[in-house]
Nanobody, 119 residues
Framework: QVQYVESGGGLVQPGGSLRLSCAVS????????MAWYRRAPGKQREFVAS????????????NYADSIKGRFTISTDNVKNTLDLRMNSLNVEDTAVYYC????????WGQGTQVTVSS
């Protein structure tokens, strides 16, 4: 059974940085297309970033939502079997609960990790 456990969130000032991590059990994270999503207060869950699997190529392709392009970087840690998200230049609009999941939707949503950007 696949499980996702997100961590690394917290309270940060505008312009600050955070690194989120998603520990995945029940599968090898780099063998699948993976993504980060977020849900801001009062809004629907939205796509943040994705990364392709290594199944067909060692060259991994990352895609980002326009709102975070150039500020966030998605990656995998093959030793820890995690999906990571490095977030720089955070602003108040990035405040949300962040989730990870396989692109194909396999596995239940984790509890997410809260990111709050506030001065």
């Amino acid at each position: 059974q696949v499980q996702y456990v997100e961590s690394g969130g917290g309270l940060v000032q505008p312009g600050g940085s955070l690194r989120l991590s998603c520990a995945v059990s029940g599968m090898i994270v780099s063998d699948y297309d993976m993504a980060w999503y977020r849900r801001a207060p009062g809004k629907q869950r939205e796509f943040v970033a994705s990364i392709t699997s290594r199944s067909f190529s060692t060259y991994r392709i990352a895609n980002y939502a326009d709102s975070i392009k150039g500020r966030f970087t998605i990656s995998t840690d093959n030793v820890k079997n995690t999906l990571d998200l490095r977030m720089n230049s955070l602003n108040v609009e990035d405040t949300a609960v962040y989730y990870c999941r396989r692109i194909d939707g396999y596995g239940s949503w984790g509890q997410g990790t809260q990111v709050t950007v506030s001065s």
